[in-house]
């Protein structure tokens, strides 16, 4: 178990490159199963994540090469057995992204049911419904998910909500079915759009990624290609945060603005100064910072993961803040947490009403999960005395490097010694 320990030291000022998208990432490391040749991957960022998801692959067969700073060679000309078991699955919901590929290219796949951040229930279901209609058998046995179909057929599927996974999911099995595959409310999320433009550079025929509407041509095989992952929109959004909750300026390099609109625009509402260019953000602390209200929805609506984040903001504005979670049952663990560093905010139901305070206080917290660790992080930065977060390990899995970036900018926030 590891900590993090967080002293005040004023604004934090400076520039910092954002890494490559964690959640855009996932799929297409998984993604390279569908093909037998190499294919080279830039910017996948060193997260626990993605090197469990790189561990999975190991385990599969896989050969993978370190070729230099966050890029992999990765070829699946040997894949044993397409199985996973719970000691790799259990350690990363995203594990589950393996099994379109496999069922595709290897017609069948047992996989244990994975684990991640207990934010909710996260089923599987809707995954398991497209796998189902593409023609698989699917069953569940002892906590395995067993997948077979000798032929996927493409079909008609309508997810009943536009879950991230379930498209991603369905569209890689898809890439190698007979005829053609539609999924209607598919997710829109720009990791979706990466990657489907992944799999099209392999060879795959995925049209209308990043609409409601994703149509899936199946062809014979795929190759091998070479792709640089998208910046991390959540980790871009988090250091907007670090910027505003310090009252400091920072720029951040390596960015897809239009990603980010729907929390820029939350922030300028809160009267923060966000400045864009073709692949920058400048963000600048406000002056007076507002309340507001957000609802957390599907992309283009406000994403959950920048929740947690925006609440320990709002726990310092002057005034009271509204956040309504719909996407997520059990998102809003971090609220207690910052409760005991001073926060004035109650739940009700989905909702979280948030009272600005002038000042948070720092003491002992724990990071439940991800998101929540970074905004105990953030509210770290401007509380007064020192903020100690346990259970640190969860925001490795999500932020690179993310104490020596927060170091580079001035704060003062190191690893607690063991
Ligand atoms: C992805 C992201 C995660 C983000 C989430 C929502 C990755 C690796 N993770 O997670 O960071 O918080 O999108 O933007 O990309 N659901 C079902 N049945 C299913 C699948 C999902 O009911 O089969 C529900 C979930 O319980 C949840 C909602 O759909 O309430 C959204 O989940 P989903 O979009 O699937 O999120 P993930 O892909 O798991």
Redesign the pocket.
Same mark, same amino acid.
């Given at each position: 178990m590891s900590s993090l320990i967080i002293r005040p030291k004023g604004p934090l000022y400076g520039s910092v490159r954002i890494s490559g998208s964690?959640?855009a990432a996932?799929?297409i490391l998984a993604a390279t199963l569908l093909s037998e040749k190499p294919c080279t991957i830039f910017d996948v960022p060193p997260l626990s994540d993605t090197a469990n998801m790189l561990g999975i692959l190991r385990k599969l067969g896989s050969s993978i090469r370190h070729t230099g700073k966050d890029s992999f060679a990765i070829t699946n000309d040997n894949i044993k057995k397409p199985e996973a078991e719970y000691e790799d699955t259990g350690r990363l919901?995203?594990s589950f992204l393996i099994a379109g590929p496999l069922l595709a290219k290897y017609q069948k796949c047992r996989i244990a049911l994975p684990g991640g951040c207990k934010i909710?229930?996260?089923?599987?279901?809707?995954?398991?419904k497209g796998f189902s209609s593409l023609g698989a058998a699917v069953s569940i046995n002892h906590g395995i998910v067993e997948l077979c179909a000798p032929r996927l057929r493409g079909a008609s599927i309508y997810l009943d909500? !536009?879950?991230?996974?379930?498209t991603e999911n369905i569209m890689m099995a898809a890439t190698l079915a007979d005829g053609i595959t539609v999924i209607e409310n598919a997710?829109v999320?720009p990791?979706i759009t990466d990657l489907a433009n992944f799999l099209n550079r392999m060879g795959a025929c995925v049209r209308g990624a990043g609409t409601d509407t994703v149509k899936i041509t199946g062809v014979p095989f795929l190759n091998g290609t070479v792709h640089t992952i998208i910046p991390d929109r959540i980790e871009a959004g988090t250091f907007m945060v670090a910027a505003a909750i310090s009252g400091g300026r920072i720029k951040l390099e390596n960015v897809v603005p239009e990603h980010l609109k729907p929390l820029s625009a939350k922030m300028r509402e809160m009267g923060i100064s966000v400045l864009e260019s073709d692949t920058s953000i400048l963000t600048e602390a406000a002056e007076e910072l507002f309340p507001t209200d957000i609802k957390t929805l599907?992309f283009p609506g406000f !994403?959950?993961?920048m929740q947690s984040q925006l609440c320990a903001l709002m726990s310092v504005s002057h005034g009271t803040s509204i956040i309504t979670e719909t996407?997520?049952?059990n998102r809003f663990m971090h609220v207690e947490e910052l409760k005991r560093m001073g926060a004035d905010i109650t739940i009700e139901g989905r909702a979280a009403i948030v009272k600005g305070k002038p000042h948070l206080m720092g003491t002992k917290v724990t990071a439940t999960d991800l998101r929540a660790g970074a905004a105990l992080v953030l509210a770290g930065l401007c509380a007064e005395g020192e903020t100690h977060i346990g259970d640190a390990e969860h925001i490795f899995r999500g932020y690179a490097n993310f104490e020596e970036k927060l170091r580079n900018l001035g704060a003062d926030i190191e690893k607690a010694p063991i």
């Amino acid at each position: 178990m590891s900590s993090l320990i967080i002293r005040p030291k004023g604004p934090l000022y400076g520039s910092v490159r954002i890494s490559g998208s964690k959640n855009a990432a996932l799929p297409i490391l998984a993604a390279t199963l569908l093909s037998e040749k190499p294919c080279t991957i830039f910017d996948v960022p060193p997260l626990s994540d993605t090197a469990n998801m790189l561990g999975i692959l190991r385990k599969l067969g896989s050969s993978i090469r370190h070729t230099g700073k966050d890029s992999f060679a990765i070829t699946n000309d040997n894949i044993k057995k397409p199985e996973a078991e719970y000691e790799d699955t259990g350690r990363l919901r995203a594990s589950f992204l393996i099994a379109g590929p496999l069922l595709a290219k290897y017609q069948k796949c047992r996989i244990a049911l994975p684990g991640g951040c207990k934010i909710g229930s996260r089923p599987i279901d809707l995954h398991l419904k497209g796998f189902s209609s593409l023609g698989a058998a699917v069953s569940i046995n002892h906590g395995i998910v067993e997948l077979c179909a000798p032929r996927l057929r493409g079909a008609s599927i309508y997810l009943d909500f !536009p879950s991230v996974g379930a498209t991603e999911n369905i569209m890689m099995a898809a890439t190698l079915a007979d005829g053609i595959t539609v999924i209607e409310n598919a997710a829109v999320e720009p990791e979706i759009t990466d990657l489907a433009n992944f799999l099209n550079r392999m060879g795959a025929c995925v049209r209308g990624a990043g609409t409601d509407t994703v149509k899936i041509t199946g062809v014979p095989f795929l190759n091998g290609t070479v792709h640089t992952i998208i910046p991390d929109r959540i980790e871009a959004g988090t250091f907007m945060v670090a910027a505003a909750i310090s009252g400091g300026r920072i720029k951040l390099e390596n960015v897809v603005p239009e990603h980010l609109k729907p929390l820029s625009a939350k922030m300028r509402e809160m009267g923060i100064s966000v400045l864009e260019s073709d692949t920058s953000i400048l963000t600048e602390a406000a002056e007076e910072l507002f309340p507001t209200d957000i609802k957390t929805l599907p992309f283009p609506g406000f !994403p959950t993961d920048m929740q947690s984040q925006l609440c320990a903001l709002m726990s310092v504005s002057h005034g009271t803040s509204i956040i309504t979670e719909t996407v997520f049952e059990n998102r809003f663990m971090h609220v207690e947490e910052l409760k005991r560093m001073g926060a004035d905010i109650t739940i009700e139901g989905r909702a979280a009403i948030v009272k600005g305070k002038p000042h948070l206080m720092g003491t002992k917290v724990t990071a439940t999960d991800l998101r929540a660790g970074a905004a105990l992080v953030l509210a770290g930065l401007c509380a007064e005395g020192e903020t100690h977060i346990g259970d640190a390990e969860h925001i490795f899995r999500g932020y690179a490097n993310f104490e020596e970036k927060l170091r580079n900018l001035g704060a003062d926030i190191e690893k607690a010694p063991i």
